[in-house]
C-alpha cells in the first residue's frame, strides 16, 4: 500500500531528525532475508541504541539533504537499509557488520563519518572504534598515569633509604 503525502513527510521529518542527532551512517542491501532475520536485527540495533529504518531512496535523499549524511545520496540506489548511531559512531557499523558475518544476502554498501562518505571495505575501521564507556575509561587511564609516577617516584625515596639502613645494620652485624 503506497504512503500518503502526509505519510511521506512525516518518515521524512523523522529520518531527518535522527540524522541531525546521529554519528555516523550505515547503508546495506537486505534483499533475501527473511522477515525473522530482519527483526533479529532490530532486535540488536535496538538493543545497541542504533536506529535502523527502510526507507525509499528519493524519501531517503530528502532526509538527509542539510545533514551530514548528505553525501550518500548519490548513491542511494536499490533496496537499502539505513543505520544511524545515536550513542558512539561504531555502533551501527558493529551492529551491521555482525550481522553480514552471518548473512551472506546482507552487504554492506557505503558508510559515513561526519560528513564523509566511505567505502563499505572500511567498515572494520569504523567497527574497532572504541564504545563511550571504553573511550573514558581511556582516558581515565591516561589522565591518571602521570599522577601514580610521581606518586611511586616520592615513594622511592624513603623506600631507598629504608633498604639502604637495613643493609647497613645487616653489614655491622656480620
Do not use: W
Given at each position: 500500500?503506497?504512503?500518503?503525502?502526509?505519510?511521506?513527510?512525516?518518515?521524512?521529518?523523522?529520518?531527518?531528525?535522527?540524522?541531525?542527532?546521529?554519528?555516523?551512517?550505515?547503508?546495506?542491501?537486505?534483499?533475501?532475508?527473511?522477515?525473522e532475520e530482519m527483526t533479529n536485527l532490530r532486535i540488536k540495533a535496538r538493543?545497541?541504541?542504533?536506529?535502523?529504518?527502510?526507507?525509499?531512496?528519493?524519501?531517503?535523499?530528502?532526509?538527509?539533504?542539510?545533514?551530514?549524511?548528505?553525501?550518500?545520496?548519490?548513491?542511494?540506489?536499490?533496496?537499502?537499509?539505513?543505520?544511524?548511531?545515536?550513542?558512539?559512531?561504531?555502533?551501527?557499523?558493529?551492529?551491521?557488520?555482525?550481522?553480514?558475518?552471518?548473512?551472506?544476502?546482507?552487504?554492506?554498501?557505503?558508510?559515513?563519518?561526519?560528513?564523509?562518505?566511505?567505502?563499505?571495505?572500511?567498515?572494520?575501521?569504523?567497527?574497532?572504534?572504541?564504545?563511550?564507556?571504553?573511550?573514558?575509561?581511556?582516558?581515565?587511564?591516561?589522565?591518571?598515569?602521570?599522577?601514580?609516577?610521581?606518586?611511586?617516584?616520592?615513594?622511592?625515596?624513603?623506600?631507598?633509604?629504608?633498604?639502604?639502613?637495613?643493609?647497613?645494620?645487616?653489614?655491622?652485624?656480620?
Amino acid at each position: 500500500m503506497a504512503l500518503t503525502l502526509e505519510e511521506k513527510k512525516a518518515v521524512v521529518a523523522e529520518v531527518s531528525e535522527v540524522a541531525r542527532g546521529a554519528f555516523s551512517a550505515v547503508a546495506a542491501e537486505y534483499c533475501g532475508l527473511t522477515v525473522e532475520e530482519m527483526t533479529n536485527l532490530r532486535i540488536k540495533a535496538r538493543e545497541d541504541n542504533v536506529y535502523l529504518r527502510v526507507v525509499k531512496n528519493t524519501l531517503a535523499r530528502r532526509a538527509l539533504e542539510d545533514t551530514d549524511f548528505a553525501c550518500m545520496s548519490d548513491r542511494l540506489t536499490g533496496p537499502l537499509i539505513l543505520a544511524f548511531s545515536r550513542e558512539d559512531p561504531g555502533a551501527a557499523a558493529r551492529v551491521t557488520k555482525n550481522f553480514a558475518k552471518d548473512h551472506d544476502k546482507f552487504e554492506v554498501t557505503m558508510l559515513s563519518v561526519g560528513g564523509e562518505l566511505l567505502e563499505a571495505s572500511e567498515i572494520d575501521k569504523l567497527a574497532r572504534l572504541p564504545t563511550r564507556d571504553q573511550a573514558l575509561s581511556l582516558l581515565m587511564a591516561v589522565m591518571k598515569a602521570p599522577t601514580e609516577k610521581f606518586v611511586r617516584t616520592l615513594n622511592e625515596v624513603p623506600g631507598k633509604l629504608t633498604r639502604t639502613v637495613a643493609a647497613i645494620r645487616d653489614q655491622k652485624a656480620a
